[in-house]
């Protein structure tokens, strides 16, 4: 199976779970885990914070950075693509009484700071107390300008608010512009960090930030249900991933990009975008059911409905990336 949906779908390798079967663990609910408390101190210093917290994930540790920056009644700014607006169920105004200000994207996925300026409210209580400028990178598989993220915090911390970063794929970003994950991290108050994605651990993400957030985050984890027993088992696969898989990212770039070019040499399917470990694509709507149907007859999936778009990841190879130029030239020969 060539499977193109996303990177979540990778499979942890056979060193992962030696890393796993050998993992000394305890009760990380009472601290005594050793391999968390490792991963914890190692994904800190990485991400140049003075604490992390393990999750079980993205979704969870977005969540919780959120409750810990923001009080009922407060609003965060935070893209209408953004992951912690869209496709987390609504979880801050759910559980938190948070109220989510989306803002619309300009074309390269930032929010433009004219938009998150007019939206940060006056100290009126006609209004929310705006208290949290959320950001994304990569976003729809872009990275973010690092002037323009410079600029957006510190627009942010000028009007008082707190910064998080939902770097759900953040690693790709460092490697996409050979830049270290520290300086990714250093504008921002707090950033998420998810390894059951392009680097493949079965699950886990975890939350950076001061000593003071990560331990309000930890409440709140617990509240969510998201304190683990001997999860050491699974920071033994995200740390496995922090210290051997970062690098193979670039892989999936390249073969991404081989993708697309691929792509562009085909009439009828269009290239949005290409950028890291994804190829955004342009189908007429007729082209999408059948296409889909070719291609799942062939070992091939792909996900069009929800997002057209093909996610490269560490489970396929150069093989695989021209078995599905293939499948896809011999459709449009036929259609
Ligand atoms: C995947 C993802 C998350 C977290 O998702 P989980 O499935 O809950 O781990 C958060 N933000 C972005 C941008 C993501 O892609």
Partial sequence: MIDLRSDTVTRPSAAMRDAMHA?????????????????????????GKAAALLFPSGTQSNLAALLAHCQRGDEYLAG??????????????????????????????SLPLE??????????????????????NTIGGRVLDPDYVAAATALAREHGLATHLDGARLFNAAVASDTSLDELCAPFDSVSLCFSKGLGAPVGSA???????????????????????????????????????????????????????????????????QATNMVFLR?????????????????????????????????????????????????????
């Fill in 115 to 136: 938009r998150i300026r007019a939206a940060i409210k006056p100290d009126d209580f006609h209004f929310a107390r705006t208290r949290l400028l959320a950001l994304e």
């Fill in 207 to 273: 939350l950076a930030g001061s000593r003071e957030l990560i331990d309000s985050a930890r409440r709140w984890r617990k509240v969510l249900g998201g304190g683990m027993r001997q999860s050491g088992i699974i920071a033994a696969a995200c740390h496995h991933a922090l210290d051997h898989h970062v690098a193979d990212l670039a892989g999936d770039h390249r073969r991404a990009a081989r993708l697309a070019e691929g792509i562009r040499a085909l009439p009828d399917l269009e290239v949005a975008y």
């Fill in 80 to 109: 209408q693509q953004a992951h912690t607006y869209k496709y987390e169920g609504g979880g801050a105004a759910v559980l938190g009484g948070i109220q989510p200000q989306p803002l619309e994207h300009a074309e390269d996925g």
């Fill in 283 to 335: 189908i007429p709507e007729p082209h999408v059911a059948p296409l889909r149907a070719w291609l799942a007859a062939r070992g091939i999936l792909v996900e069009l409905l929800y997002a057209t778009r093909l996610v490269v990841h560490r489970d396929l190879d150069d093989d695989a990336i021209e078995r599905v130029l293939e499948a896809l030239g011999e459709y449009f020969t036929r259609h």
């Fill in 23 to 47: 993992a000394p663990v305890g009760d990380d609910v009472w601290g005594d885990d050793p391999s968390v408390a490792r991963f914890e101190a190692a994904v800190a210093e990485r991400a």
